[in-house]
């Protein structure tokens, strides 16, 4: 593999402390200085850079629950979200197979916005060329980001839950024999991401919060919402190491495809709907809950904007060191993720020795013109308002939860024909090899192998 550009395998990116000392040096001397620079690959990680996890620990007095809601967030992974970690797996373990030649094929990365974000920046720094198909309906903070990176952009019809139409345009573009479309719906590098390197930091996280008096060294619950399904996949890993461990799918009430084969537009950006990705773990759900997309981003900008700062220190006690940190954490699914968390503890009665995890994918710099949206749609937020807001955390409902019964996730698993054989390809005899647990066991043990043929590949 002469002059490729290779970085981490995913055990330096679980700990990066294990990368070579020059090249970790250099990789967080880039961070800020030239973010571009393909060293940066190496920064890859839920961790900074004297190896600390990038958690946050939501303050009761706006959680309204005494279990511990805690936050990985992913705003300081290059490109400002986690999702890039799951881009690199995948175009990395397509280079290593040799299904991808960055000299010679351009990669197609079908997405809502974080991971196409993530695979126009990685791309680049492998020396491929991009393009990124994504909704119209998205922010504009995404095209621009995109483009910053010199990738290609097709825009599909529609917004958010709209994955069916990028499906269509991939399906047209993959006719060209020089393009590899990469996508996170269905390849298998993007669970082993989150897995191996999200799952392994929330495993370590619990033995973190517990040496700062912080729950009982395990983790009771894992929420997240469904994009491409990567992220939740990080709970398999929990599963396996506290076996009473509960992993919960969220949704928007707005088009609630698992919840009741629902459809519909909605706007929690970062959530792809009307399907079930491949790499769903259907049968390890626990729960399903379904949650408000404008509560969501109103609770988004009671947390960023000046009048919702005020009031949560005045009107609630928030600490203020906790609501200028909240302030540079959160995008509308990392809203929506926290919301779904408050469900879990309240669902479960969980109390003051349980600790329930989920994720912030992004932060506020993409949803400027959102809120912008939402001001001329609502008014100016002033303190009523946000004292009204702040009860979207602290009331969370139980309502709109089913739980993962046997039959339950057997129509789940069931909902992937539509999507991955009739349109997709897929035969019945690959989507029912997922029913048998060694299917996602194997997919798992090829971590090791994975990063030992990168290794390799770097010499």
Known sequence: MPNLILGPT????????????????????????????PINLFNITWRDGNNNIYYFVMPKELTGVDANIVVLYGKDFPTGSHKVGAAYSVLVEKILFGEVDPAKHTVVWPSTGNYGIGGAWVGGRVGAQSIVVLPEGMSKERFTQIESYGARIIKTPGSESNVKEIYDETHRLRQ????????????????RFHYHVTGNTIVELADVLKQQGIGNGRISAYCSAMGSAGTIAAGDRLKQVWHDHKIVGLEPIQCPTLYNNGYGSHDIQGIGDKHVPW???????????CLDDIECKKGLQLLTEEAGWNTLVKRFGVPRASVEKMATLFGISGVCNVLGAIKTAKFYGYGKNDTVVTICTDNIARYHS??????ATYGKMDEAEATARA??????????????????????????YFTWCEQQGKT????D???????WVKHQQMVGEIDAKLKAARG
């Open 279 to 289: 790499i769903m773990h259907t049968g390890n759900l626990d729960a399903l809950m």
């Open 428 to 431: 019945v005899e690959e989507l």
């Open 10 to 37: 995913f055990e330096e990116m679980l700990h990066p402390d294990k990368i070579a000392p020059d090249i970790h040096k250099r990789a967080m001397e880039m961070k800020t200085q030239n973010p571009l620079d």
């Open 176 to 191: 060209d024999p020089n393009i590899r479309i990469l996508n996170q719906f269905e390849v298998m590098g993007n669970y």
């Open 433 to 439: 090899a997922q029913l048998d647990p060694s299917w």
């Open 391 to 416: 009860h979207i955390f602290r009331d969370q409902k139980t309502d709109w939860i089913k739980e993962g019964t046997y039959e339950n996730r057997q129509q789940w698993h069931n909902l992937k």
């Open 370 to 375: 959102v809120m912008a949206d939402m001001t």
